[in-house]
């Protein structure tokens, strides 16, 4: 049974620091590009980072570049958001996201999400 199961959101104030973790199980983690996403409210879902399936390319989104940083542990089967100087502007729901392959042989796994508030 395929899992990705987020932790680590919360409320934190303006210029503060969380460390999102995704677990995952169920599937052969190490092949797997891994994706962070997030969701204001009202709004579409945007992607924030992600990061090849040996951790050697990452990429993010201009709004949390220099402040965000992916990571991944394949032995621990996890893959982390360290998330710096946050801005209330990134308030908003967190989804882990796996993804190998293309059309017809696509394997797209999604977490449930983790609420992420940053206000005073």
């Known amino acids: 049974q395929v899992q990705l199961v987020e932790s680590g959101g919360g409320l934190v104030q303006p210029g503060g620091s969380l460390r999102l973790s995704c677990a995952a199980s169920g599937f052969t983690f190490s092949s797997y590009r891994m994706y962070w996403y997030r969701q204001a409210p009202g709004k579409e879902r945007e992607l924030v980072a992600d990061i090849t399936s040996a951790g050697g390319s990452r990429n993010y989104a201009d709004s949390v570049k220099g402040r965000f940083t992916i990571s991944r542990d394949n032995a621990k089967n996890t893959v982390y958001l360290q998330m710096n100087s946050l801005k209330p502007e990134d308030t908003a729901v967190y989804y882990c996201?796996?993804?190998?392959?293309?059309?017809?042989?696509?394997?797209?796994?999604w977490g449930q999400g983790t609420q992420v508030t940053v206000s005073s």
């Open positions: 996201n796996a993804r190998r392959g293309l059309g017809s042989f696509l394997y797209d796994y």
